[in-house]
């Protein structure tokens, strides 16, 4: 009976998390620089989100499906906060407010 009860608290969890309406959003440029990944960008521009629903929307909104980020690939990405845009110096992602 405790498993039983553990497992629908915690899909109650999920359920809750799932309903939750994500913060607002605008999708920013990006240049897609050596080193950068999915995740990395996820955590950068929507540091107080889930990191795995910003990477599935990134993935969404760029049709990149295999999840690779080719070096130079101009991709949008959801910024919680408003960015400016940004001087770009070498090893610097450039970012421009779409």
Do not use: C, K
């Amino acid at each position: 009976m405790s498993v039983t009860l553990t497992v629908v608290a915690l899909l109650g969890l999920g359920v809750h998390a799932a309903l939750t309406p994500a913060p607002p959003t605008e999708l920013v440029q990006v240049i897609v620089q050596p080193g950068d990944t999915l995740w990395a960008l996820a955590q950068e521009y929507s540091p107080e989100r889930d990191p795995r629903a910003v990477v599935e929307e990134i993935v969404v909104v760029n049709d990149l499906p295999d999840g690779v980020l080719p070096v130079g690939l101009v991709i949008q990405v959801p910024s919680s906060s408003p960015v400016q845009e940004a001087a770009t110096s070498p090893g610097s992602p450039s970012v421009t407010v779409g």
